[in-house]
């Protein structure tokens, strides 16, 4: 009897051990399961890109069991940028976001964003880094996000019609005169009822949808700048400001190549012949037309500028732990194989030296033509001031520059008005 109790305590004694194991075991695996990071991530992309970009964070998924991104498209630039400042005020930022190339600063001010200085020597690790691409993220001589893609502005013409009225069209115009004297050829009543059909040349010219991003650039070429100096002030109602102004007036209402009504993608159908762009846009648009379609540098005035577009990835405050999860992903996102990868999928300039140098790009510089007049013209590409009030002063500036258009008056008293109020904004 005593044996048999002895037996039975043995064989709980043992369920209970192996329980007690089983336990410790569950505990272990949950523990691991419970040690990935989750951080969240915004962007703004859309169409193609945006099936590119999420299938890079996908793979960054796979490739990092420690670290999870929740990836969250939250709508179009204008929407994500308001979400972003919302969240901010609120003190729940996502850990990542995209930004537009004038952003950061805002971000920055209201000290919701960790700088790169914090996970690396910036010096060292950002000598791979193109010039251009370090001063769309660079405030006050700090690297505060991660250049992720850039673009620049440049024109699109179509050939066919360049044929129709005689012009080479090999030879795009490379200057404002040559640009006025083209587009009055490609200015047509192609059916005779005494109506504009087709016009020469077109550019966004409503301040809501981004008419002062093109604006800029037309001013820097004339030797205008936005703000004085030490960006104490803004200076956007000097001589050279009246000039890019008068110019565009003169291009819809003297000149009548430009329409303030343009047809919906007026260039896609051919009924624009040179419409200016974005270097992102080409293979879109290479796509939508049935023509022989053009690529060509900005026409130049009294200097040789285009404007620079693109995005940055930005780290937000959270935790120690969620912020280098954070820095793994944005240093991957814009390592030298995924900077070549993107910049090969998306026609977007190489931000790395390394990448600009590859083989791998040279040989796709080759088969894209259209991919070099981008490179060739990058040489003269200036990003717009890193300063906190440079939203509200281009909301301004871009306000007056349509006013001004618009109602086709010289444009001295409304910029004048215009930088009165844009200084406002200056602190």
Known sequence: ??????????????????????????????????????????????????????????????????????????????????????????????????????????????????????????????????????????????????????????????????REVGLDPEKPPATWDELVEYGKLLTRDVDGDGQIDEWGVNFTTRANIGAVYGFITFLWQAGGEIYNEDFTATAFNDEAAVEAVNFWIDLAHNHKILTLSPPQEGFEVGRIAMQYSSTSGIARTAEKVDFDFGVAPLPAHKEMVTGVGGSSMGIFRTTPEKEAAAWTFVEWMANEENNLEWSMATGYTPLRKSVLASDEYNQYLEENPFIQTVIKQAQYARARPNVVSYADVSRVLGIAVEEALFANVHPQQTLDNAVVEANGFIF
């Open 1 to 162: 009897m005593t044996k048999d109790k002895t037996e039975r305590g043995y064989i709980v004694r043992k369920k209970v051990l192996l329980l007690t194991l089983m336990f410790v075991l569950v505990f272990a695996i949950g523990s691991v399961a419970t040690a990935q990071v989750t951080i969240d991530y915004w962007h703004y992309l859309s169409g193609d890109n945006s099936q590119i970009h999420e299938a890079k964070v996908a793979e960054f998924n796979r490739l990092h069991p420690d670290i999870h991104v929740e990836v969250l498209y939250t709508g179009n630039q204008f929407a994500t940028r308001d979400k972003l400042m919302v969240a901010v005020a609120g003190g729940q930022p996502p850990h990542v976001a995209l930004m537009d190339q004038f952003w950061p600063p805002m971000m920055v001010a209201t000290g919701a964003m960790v700088p790169l200085k914090d996970f690396v020597d910036t010096d060292e690790y950002f000598e791979d880094f193109t010039s251009i691409s370090l001063d769309t993220v660079t405030i006050d001589g700090e690297q505060w996000t991660m250049p992720f893609s850039m673009s620049n502005q440049i024109l699109f013409y179509n050939k066919d019609m360049f």
